[in-house]
């Protein structure tokens, strides 16, 4: 076996060193539209319920569109989905860099926008998890489930923000300028890399089929549904809405410049980035429901600091904690699906992966906004951490999830990372 470090042989491949730069870009532009969108909603309405229905407007057609996009992704060649859906993206975003100049741009456009975007969504989250085996050797897959969190964490949510909230804060326009530019780059790697095949099918179905195929094999895999519904309850209660209620506590309670929002964001992408470079040099977990189970409890504790934040600064160590955690336990279920579930219904799998763990991410977020609106943030975020960690404990004391981990060793001459 090569003594190199797994990273530099996975970038020794050609199109996982293509798909990887061209999401390295592309990552950087959704850190810039991040703040951009964020802060452009909050001058204009001075609302977190607004900013909560637009963060719900992007979230309800990925939910909608998610199994019929494993479907597609299933039948069709992943990379050419992918294609579309970047090349979709970067016109609908350079539609709102025209509506701006123009003056045009209404809070309705807004919602729009997001509806359709999301859509694009829903078609290139499965297709990059079903791509990812067909490109890369099976025993470099942890160091591609690691080093792209890490490119998204350093570009997407560390440096975009950063530059997006100094940008932002003369012309919005020109940071979702940004945002357009990368989909453009992002879709012309996914054009040079080689053509890839469409999934061998061994027993072509209609679609509904295709999808009541996907819904069957996570439904009799208790690691699968238990984890995915303990999931959907953190992600709509705790998880999504922090993306719009730390940054409304900061601009409208605590009165802080619009760069500090994106420094908030950055700081985030700093945790992430450390946790994902370290998760790509260790060794598999030899219990990797216990492991990722663990590392997202973690990652929910840090609601209780969100409830008693009164500064800036109590609000900064939020990501610190929430943040590795989710990445960590991320990196271990994507190798989790990509070693366990069978090739031909990996595209589908993972979109019921999408559907059911964001499936109640649109409501919960505008719930959010409403109650924070009525009861407060500091009493929402205690109510909604202490819902998001009951189903995480049921889940890992759970014998029947464990159960995928049962008789696995430690690799050869290496403690477990447990």
């Known amino acids: 076996m090569s003594r190199r470090p797994a990273l530099v042989r996975l970038l020794s491949h050609r199109e996982p060193a293509l798909l990887l730069s061209g999401q390295t870009v592309s990552q950087f532009g959704d850190g810039v539209a991040m703040v951009a969108f964020t802060l452009l909603i909050l001058d204009r309405t001075h609302s977190v319920s607004w900013l909560a229905w637009f963060s719900a407007a992007r979230m309800i057609p990925l939910v909608a569109f998610l199994l019929v996009g494993g479907a597609i992704v299933d039948r069709h060649s992943r990379r050419v989905l992918m294609l579309v859906s970047d090349t979709g993206r970067a016109i609908l975003t350079g539609g709102v860099v025209v509506a701006l100049v123009a003056h045009s741009l209404t809070m309705t456009d807004l919602l729009v926008f997001a509806v359709a975007f999301g859509a694009f969504d829903a078609l290139f989250m499965p297709s990059f998890t079903a791509l990812t085996p067909e490109i890369v050797p099976v025993e470099l897959l942890p160091a591609m489930n690691g080093v792209r969190p890490f490119t ?101 309670d605590l009165h802080v410049a619009k760069s500090v929002v994106g420094y908030y964001f950055a700081l985030a992408g700093a945790a992430g980035a450390l946790s994902s470079l370290a998760a790509t040099s260790l060794p598999t977990p030899r219990r990797r429901v216990r492991a990722m189970w663990l590392a997202w409890l973690v990652a929910g504790v840090s609601g209780f600091l969100l409830a008693a934040a009164t500064s800036t600064w109590e609000l900064f160590v939020v990501p610190l904690i929430a943040t590795p955690g ?67 404990i049921v889940v890992i004391a759970s014998p029947r999830v464990h159960a995928v981990d049962a008789g696995r060793g430690s690799p050869s001459g290496v403690p477990p990372a447990t």
Do not use: K
Request: positive net charge; charged residues 10%; contains cysteine.
């Open 326 to 392: 989710i990445v960590i336990g991320n990196i271990v279920w994507e190798s989790l699906l990509q070693s366990e579930v069978p090739g031909d219904l990996l595209g589908r799998v993972s979109s019921v992966d999408w559907f059911v763990s964001l499936g109640l991410s649109p409501v919960g977020v505008a719930i959010a906004g409403a109650l924070s609106s009525r009861i407060g943030v500091a009493t929402y975020a205690l109510a909604a951490t202490i819902l998001t960690l009951v189903p995480g």
């Open 152 to 252: 998204s964490q350093v570009m997407g949510n560390m440096i975009g923000p950063a530059v997006g909230g100094l940008i932002a804060a003369f012309s919005t326009t020109a940071a979702i300028t940004v945002d357009c530019a990368t989909f453009v780059v992002s879709a012309s790697t996914l054009a040079l890399m080689h053509a890839t095949p469409r999934p061998v099918r061994h027993e072509p179905q209609t679609m509904v089929r295709e999808i009541a195929a996907g819904w069957r094999y996570v439904r009799r895999t208790a690691w699968l549904w238990r984890s995915l519904l303990a999931v959907t309850i953190g992600n709509a209660l705790l998880f999504t809405p922090m993306f719009v209620l730390i940054p409304f506590v900061l601009r409208h």
